[in-house]
């Protein structure tokens, strides 16, 4: 039916190229959620009044995601290409583009995981506290879990955004529906198959978008 729609469309390239947007999405993804909680986590426990207060890391810490927050994505893949080069052995194709993938995103979460934690009843932490709970049973059982309705609508953000971070590493050969729509469809000057891959990609957002304000809402207890 999509042949009949769009003659110039290749069906089966277009099933992988959503398939290299799925894997880059999930794969970045995770790697996104567990680099963003450790940095989150960092930035919240070193700040003034934190329980490993420590000013010096702190600002580390902070200047490391504020940096890469600010350097566009685009830029940030050309940046990292040496290092991408010498990780996954290639620049081009979709494992390649989740370094920067990761990179570029987990800062972003980052700041998103220490802004949940700082809504933490303060009274929960210190009840945990003065039963002697050590710091990591505060973060496990106390700060993430109370934490946890925000946490997934940080992820839910994130993951939005590394979509949109898919398709313009696919301009650069990263694959996945923004090097389909770039290659075969404006180069070409075919404007059908750029059109199928945004709707595809507003699709793909929609879905992540359901889910994550699902599980948000089962999450919140108030």
């Given at each position: 039916m999509l042949n009949d729609l769009f003659p110039n469309l290749d069906v089966q390239d277009l099933v992988e190229a959503t398939y290299e947007t799925f894997y880059m999405t999930l794969f970045a993804l995770a790697g996104t959620i567990i680099l963003?909680?450790?940095?989150?986590?960092?930035?919240y426990l070193t700040m003034q009044g934190g329980m490993w207060q420590n000013k010096t890391l702190n600002f580390i810490v902070a200047t490391v995601v504020n940096v890469f927050r600010a350097i566009p994505f685009i830029i940030?893949?050309?940046l990292?290409?040496?290092f991408t080069d010498f990780l996954i052995g290639t620049i081009r194709g979709p494992t390649a583009a989740l370094p920067a993938l990761i990179i570029g995103s987990a800062p972003f979460y980052g700041r998103l995981v220490e802004i949940a934690l700082k809504e933490v009843d303060k009274g929960v932490i210190e009840a945990a506290t003065s039963m002697g709970a050590k710091t990591r049973t505060i973060i496990f059982?106390?700060?993430?879990?109370?934490?946890m309705p925000a946490l997934v609508s940080g992820i839910t953000v994130t993951a939005i955004a590394l979509i949109g971070y898919t398709a313009m590493a696919g301009v650069i050969g990263a694959g996945g529906l923004g090097d389909y729509a770039y290659f075969f469809g404006f180069q070409r000057r075919d404007f059908d198959v750029v059109l199928v891959c945004t709707i595809l990609i507003v699709v793909i957002v929609f879905i992540f978008q359901f889910i994550g304000d699902y599980l948000s809402t089962k999450l919140d207890k108030r």
């Open positions: 963003g909680i450790i940095l989150g986590l960092l930035l940030l893949i050309l990292l290409f040496p059982r106390v700060l993430l879990p109370e934490s």
